[in-house]
């Protein structure tokens, strides 16, 4: 799948040596994404879209992360057709990722 992911950043605060920031992103299909071809069957996925929105903690003396909270949300319509049939399958997808830093 070719998904076109678009990324903001905002830098919300400095306090010590951690930077936060809010990070939020759009996903799409690619325009003119090729379908995908598996067992005889083509795959197509136009419509998928969804966001992704992060809180972001940075160690800004190693620029390396210390925590990063994420949810990430993609829905759409999968169009599945083969010889003899056609049909549109519901997808979502959702997702959460936790990220803390070992001492």
Do not use: W
């Amino acid at each position: 799948m070719l998904l076109a992911i678009t990324t903001n950043y905002h830098l919300d605060r400095i306090s010590g040596n951690n930077a936060s920031i809010t990070v939020e992103s759009s996903i799409k299909a690619v325009e003119n994404a090729p379908p995908i071809k598996s067992a005889g069957a083509i795959v197509t996925y136009d419509n998928l879209m969804g966001m992704s929105k992060s809180s972001l903690v940075i160690d800004i003396r190693t620029g390396l992360v210390f925590k990063d909270e994420a949810q990430i949300r993609i829905s759409g319509n999968l169009g599945v057709s083969a010889p003899g049939f056609s049909m549109q399958i519901p997808m979502n997808i959702n997702g959460e990722t936790k990220v803390t830093h070992l001492q």
